[in-house]
């Protein structure tokens, strides 16, 4: 059974840093292309960031330079170092294998929560 598990988030002040981990159990880690996305309240789940099973990456325009996606296979983990965070960047912010830029292939996991106050 396939489990995404994310941990990490926190109440943090504008211009702080947090690093979000996310462990996927269950399937093949290394051969999976992995994506950070994150959601607000009445809007649609967006990518953040994505990372390729080759470790090349790829961010939202609203993230770049500020956000790093980083994977260890050993560890089945998949992280996302947030700098110079903005209150924008509040909202649950969850990972998953990414079958496509749209679409993911396992149930979501519970999320973190992230705050940023201003």
């Known amino acids: 059974q396939v489990q995404l598990v994310e941990s990490g988030g926190d109440l943090v002040q504008a211009g702080g840093s947090l690093r979000l981990s996310c462990v996927l159990s269950?399937?093949?880690?290394?051969?999976?292309?992995m994506g950070w996305y994150r959601q607000t309240p009445g809007k649609q789940r967006e990518l953040v960031a994505g990372i390729t099973s080759g470790g090349s990456t790829n961010y939202a325009d609203s993230v770049k330079g500020r956000f790093t996606i980083s994977r260890d296979n050993a560890k089945n983990t998949v992280y996302l170092q947030m700098n110079s965070l903005k209150p924008e960047d509040t909202a649950v912010y969850y990972c998953?294998?990414?079958?496509?830029?749209?679409?993911?292939?396992?149930?979501w996991g519970q999320g973190t929560q992230v705050t940023v106050s201003s």
């Open positions: 269950g399937s093949i880690f290394s051969r999976n292309a």
């Open positions: 998953n294998a990414m079958r496509t830029t749209r679409s993911v292939e396992f149930d």
